[in-house]
């Protein structure tokens, strides 16, 4: 932190985060999926998790006290910008973005009604300890404009965090598997334990790195990818073509022209057969 523009010394230290809860009456919101964590050590190996942010501009999602917070403003990031709906919060974190020379910008605002890519130009990362309650409709929002960020990094129930990372075959691969993996490199980096959190929640939780891929030029859109994979996990204890009929008078047509065998149910089939698929479908649609 910058030093006292009158004195020339240091500002004194930022208070204890459970004496900023205590002063602020910040008890966790269930409504909002509220969990604050105030162990600024681990804090701070999540702002590390992302990476060098050295000229990237830091959006963190529900900063509550402000714990990752702090620990992004000490990190290279150029500058942070935290998305905060709990009015409460708001309040209690105008002492941080007065200490921060400009460099945190503090949005009052739900953060399923803003578009995080159009905050801020230049290199953009998301890094969050997300609320549960929301947290996979944000990803599935930002999975469709991965590209605009260098990198996502943030915290999942862990069951979450399984779903993103699992391989076919496995009891946790699905729609959110194929649509995060197709779209980014999905790492799962560490895990926190509840006891961590104020109040505790009833999950053990995970923070995951997803780093946008390189698309090429015949990567079907979103949309049909997002349709297809649909359709196909709909009835996964059944045989893909049952699912696919949802939206093709003929799926084993589909089928063959993807090199893909008529009998496979969804859990079987790789992120790329899902992309063949797509591409076929949108190409036969059009």
């Not at 990237?56 to 990752?68: K, S």
């Not at 049909?224 to 045989?239: C, D, H, L, S, Y």
């Not at 008078?249 to 009998?263: F, K, M, N, V, Y």
């Amino acid at each position: 932190m910058a030093a006292d523009s009158i004195s020339g010394l240091p500002p004194p230290a930022l208070p204890p985060l459970r004496e900023v809860i205590k002063a602020w009456q910040l008890d966790a919101d269930k409504r909002l999926g509220q969990h604050f964590l105030l162990d600024l050590n681990l804090t701070a190996k999540i702002a590390r998790a992302a990476g060098d942010l050295t000229g990237v501009t830091a959006i963190e999602i529900g900063p509550g006290p402000g714990g990752l917070t702090r620990a992004l403003l000490d990190s290279a990031a150029e500058r942070v910008i935290a998305v905060e709906r709990d009015p409460r919060c708001v309040a209690a974190l105008q002492s941080l973005v007065e200490r921060a020379d400009g460099r945190l910008t503090l949005i009052h605002a739900d953060a399923l009604q803003i578009d995080p890519a159009e905050l801020a130009p230049g290199p953009k990362a998301i890094i969050a300890n997300l609320p549960y309650n929301v947290a996979t409709p944000l990803l599935i929002g930002w999975l469709k404009q991965a590209a605009s960020f260098t990198g996502m990094t943030l915290m999942f129930q862990r069951e979450v965090a399984l779903r993103l990372a699992a391989s076919p075959r496995s009891k946790d691969y699905g729609r959110l598997s194929v649509m995060a993996q197709w779209l980014t490199e999905v790492e799962l980096v560490f895990d926190v334990p509840a006891a961590a959190f104020t109040p505790p929640p009833n999950v053990v939780s995970s923070i995951v790195r997803l780093t946008p891929r390189t698309m090429g030029p015949d990567e079907p859109s979103f949309a049909a990818m997002e349709r297809v994979v649909a359709a196909a996990f709909a009835q996964r204890r059944k045989m893909l073509r049952a699912g696919l009929r949802a939206f093709t008078p003929d799926p084993i047509a589909l089928l063959e022209s993807a090199g893909i065998d008529q009998t496979s149910r969804a859990e079987e089939l790789n992120v790329d057969a899902f992309r063949r698929l797509a591409v076929i479908w949108e190409g036969m649609s059009h």
